[in-house]
Nanobody, 126 residues
Framework: QVQLVESGGGLVQPGGSLRLSCAAS????????IGWFRQAPGKEREGVSCISRRGGTTYYASSVKGRFTISRDSAKNTVYLQMNSLKPEDTAVYFC???????????????????WGQGTQVTVSS
C-alpha cells in the first residue's frame, strides 16, 4: 500500500521559515518524480515545486522561486520543501505527490500525479 505522509506544517509569522517533509512507504521515491502542491480556500491546486527522479531537474513556481528549495533524501525515502521568507499568500494546504512517468513534461501538473498525501496546513500570519 502506497502512502505519502506530509509533516512540518504550522503557523508562522511573515518572513519566517518552515520545512515540510514527505515520507513515503510502499514505494521507492527514487523511481518517481516528486512534487509539492498547494491549495488555498477557493483556489485550484497548483504546483509549487517538483524534482525529478535523481534530483537533477527541479521546477519552481514563479511565486516561490528564490524562497523555496526542494530536496530528496534517498536513504530516508523522504522529500523536503524548505520554505523561507514566507508570505501570507503562501497560506494553503500543502500536499506532496508522486508521479510514475519518466518524461519531465507536465512534471508539476496536478493531474499528472499518481499518488497523493493527505496534506499539511501552512498558515502565514502575524
Amino acid at each position: 500500500q502506497v502512502q505519502l505522509v506530509e509533516s512540518g506544517g504550522g503557523l508562522v509569522q511573515p518572513g519566517g521559515s518552515l520545512r515540510l517533509s514527505c515520507a513515503a512507504s510502499g514505494l521507492g521515491l527514487d523511481d518517481y518524480t516528486i512534487g509539492w502542491f498547494r491549495q488555498a480556500p477557493g483556489k485550484e491546486r497548483e504546483g509549487v515545486s517538483c524534482i525529478s527522479r535523481r534530483g537533477g531537474t527541479t521546477y519552481y513556481a514563479s511565486s516561490v522561486k528564490g524562497r523555496f528549495t526542494i530536496s530528496r533524501d534517498s536513504a530516508k525515502n523522504t522529500v523536503y520543501l524548505q520554505m523561507n521568507s514566507l508570505k501570507p499568500e503562501d497560506t494553503a494546504v500543502y500536499f506532496c505527490a508522486a508521479r510514475m512517468a519518466r518524461s519531465l513534461v507536465n512534471i508539476c501538473t496536478p493531474s499528472s500525479q499518481n499518488y497523493w498525501g493527505q496534506g499539511t496546513q501552512v498558515t502565514v500570519s502575524s
